[in-house]
């Protein structure tokens, strides 16, 4: 095979946040809940896993996850149960850590590298780009802090990296797509299936577009660093020709209508619909747009 087998999406919990954290100029007093995406990719030769979700100890202590996630606006959700998220989302797909032959990160976000602890001493390739790196070894811990970055996550010296310098290919039929702006070294992921398996394939944004009114609509996304919210735009442009092109589907990477549309449509065992809309908001005419009101209690 020179393609992917297989794709399974993972959502690792759940973050609610500001609706101008994910589109440049939208209102602050809006709140949208998000799923926490990760992906399985079954390439020749064993499994890839992009992203790892939050750490669940920087949740579920009282104190810790109010200085990591709601002293910046954050709030955060972990599926049910005691258990280590990506663990036991991996379990439901019949799969264990050891079982990870390859990792990719998008970006140093807590909710995308909070799992990079498990390959520490696994000796398991992380793949990232050298610009992430060392803007996350590079920087005071209190600054990646209030960027949302918690620096434990990843200084690891037992993590095994692969930094890359732009595009590399790093599976059979998976490519990382250097998209910085949302971060100083974001990269996004072209999935191409097998032509045995069907062909076609998959674009995935992550954080360079949240949600698809940023693709539809080239808004910018509401979080940099280092550059205007307006650079972020050049890379959901680059991300919409390379789909084009090839004829690949663009997805985004927090939309709360696509991304479960899309674990439904592949038919993800580790669904689950998390702590949904809040019965106090109502449901707005377009689902796609955040419900207001309070949060409910996290996980």
Known sequence: MAGV???????LGWVEVPYSMSVHGAADDIRL???????????DGGWLLIDTGLNPAFVRDAALCRRFHRDT????????GAGDPLEGALERVGLTLDQIDVVAVSHLHSDHAGGLRHFARR?????????ELDHGL????????????????????????????????????????????????????????????????YVFAFDAADLQENIDFERAV???????????IEPIRRLKAIASARGLRLLPGHDPVAWPALTAELADPTADRGPGPDPRSGQRSDPRLPQAGPPGSPG
């Open 5 to 11: 087998r297989r794709v399974v999406p993972l959502t």
């Open 33 to 43: 809940r998000q799923p926490v995406p990760a992906l399985l990719v079954e390439v």
């Open 73 to 80: 606006g954050v709030e955060v959700w972990l599926p049910p």
């Open 123 to 131: 000796g398991t390739p992380v793949h990232i780009q050298g610009r």
């Open 138 to 201: 590079g920087t005071h811990p209190a600054q990646l802090e209030a960027d949302g970055i918690i620096r434990v996550d990843f200084d690891h010296p037992a993590i095994t990296w692969q930094v890359a310098d732009g595009d590399t290919e790093i599976a059979p039929g998976v490519t990382a797509v250097r998209t910085a702006g949302h971060t100083p070294g974001h990269q996004s992921f072209i999935v191409e299936m097998d032509p045995t398996v069907g062909g076609g394939g």
């Open 222 to 232: 509401g979080g940099s660093i280092g550059v205007p919210p307006e650079a972020t």
